[in-house]
Structure formats: C-alpha cells, structure tokens
C-alpha cells in the first residue's frame, strides 16, 4: 500500500507563485492515477488536478491555466505548481492515489490513499 507525504504549502501573497511536492512510499506510484484535491475551510472537498498512468493532465475549471501538475514514477513523486495564486485558492491541499478510470478521475471516491494535508493560504 502505498503511502503519501505532501509538503509545501505557505503563506503566499495574491499573484504569487507556489510549488507543492507528494512524495510516496511503500510502493511505486506507477500503477496509480495521482490527484491534487483541496478543502477550503467551511466547504466541501474539492478537485484540483489528476495524472493517470499517463502524462495527460486533468484540471478543475477553477484552476486551468494557473496550475500544473506533475508526475516523476522515477521519484515517486508528484508536484503542483500554483501559479498566480488568488485568494479563493486558500484551502488545505491533500494528494491522493486510486485507480480511476477516465469517467471517474475527478471524483474523491476514486481515490483511497491520502496525504495528511498541506495548508496553502493567500492573502490578498
């Protein structure tokens, strides 16, 4: 099973940039889909960003154009890249793995190994 450490989030200023890192252990993240999904305080939980087994990227319609991510199978990784950040994206930022297929890559159910959370705040 594996499991996810995720890093990185700050306080930012509106317009910053940021880069937010899930590093896995305990296997190879190679046979996973690997998501990004947000909680803001008081609101439900929310999709950011998803990689299959592919490079193919899917985004939130939120953040398209802003963010980026990433996956290295090399590393075991996956990153967020934030870029010009706004204060709707304050939230607590949690990476997660599944295997969803394409019907289903946004939704949190899809996904059953979760980091602990990093807390990314924007301050206008």
């Known amino acids: 099973q594996v499991q996810l450490v995720d890093s990185g989030g700050r306080l930012v200023q509106a317009g910053e940039s940021l880069r937010l890192s899930c590093v896995a252990s305990?296997?190879?993240?190679?046979?996973?889909?690997m998501a990004w999904f947000r909680q803001a305080p008081g609101k439900e939980r929310e999709f950011v960003a998803a990689?299959?087994?592919?490079?193919?990227?899917y985004y939130s319609s939120s953040v398209q154009g802003r963010f980026t991510m990433s996956r290295d199978n090399a590393q075991n990784m996956v990153a967020l890249q934030m870029n010009n950040l706004k204060p709707e994206d304050t939230a607590v930022y949690s990476c997660?793995?599944?295997?969803?297929?394409?019907?289903?890559?946004?939704?949190?159910?899809?996904?059953?190994?979760w980091g602990q959370g990093t807390q990314v705040t924007v301050s206008s």
């Open positions: 990689i299959r087994n592919g490079q193919n990227a």
């Open positions: 997660a793995a599944g295997r969803p297929i394409l019907s289903t890559i946004r939704r949190e159910d899809a996904y059953y190994t």
């Open positions: 305990g296997a190879s993240i190679s046979g996973y889909g």
